[in-house]
């Protein structure tokens, strides 16, 4: 079965840059999407950035320009490289994937999730 672990979380001060890995295993299909999600504590889990088919990408307009997803097909790991880090940026930061192939940003198209990883970033 598929199983995603996060790891790269951290603290940071404002202006910062972090990477997140996402360990992917027990993937049966050719074809899928990964995404990076995020929580704020009250919040509602928002997309940030998604990898797809051919090396597609979609980003949420808050991490544009910012953020950069990338996948590893040998190591089989998902990246999300982080710069220009805001406090508002601060938020448990999730993997996951979908068999839908499009690069979704919405938290309902996806079926498998990590544990995630903690961001703060400090002003």
């Known amino acids: 079965q598929v199983q995603l672990v996060e790891s790269g979380g951290g603290s940071v001060q404002a202006g910062g840059s972090l990477r997140l890995s996402c360990a992917m295993s027990?993937?049966?299909?050719?074809?899928?999407?990964m995404g990076w999600f995020r929580q704020a504590p009250g919040t509602e889990r928002e997309g940030v950035a998604a990898?797809?088919?051919?090396?597609?990408?979609r980003y949420a307009e808050s991490v544009k320009d910012r953020f950069t997803i990338e996948q590893d097909n040998v190591k089989k790991t998902v990246y999300l490289y982080m710069n220009a880090l805001k406090p508002e940026d601060t938020a448990m930061y999730y993997c996951?994937?979908?068999?839908?192939?499009?690069?979704?940003?919405?938290?309902?198209?996806?079926?498998?999730w990590g544990k995630g990883t903690q961001v703060t970033v400090s002003s």
């Open positions: 996951a994937s979908t068999a839908i192939t499009w690069c979704p940003l919405s938290e309902s198209a996806y079926n498998f």
């Open positions: 990898i797809c088919r051919a090396d597609f990408r």
């Open positions: 027990g993937f049966t299909r050719s074809s899928y999407s």
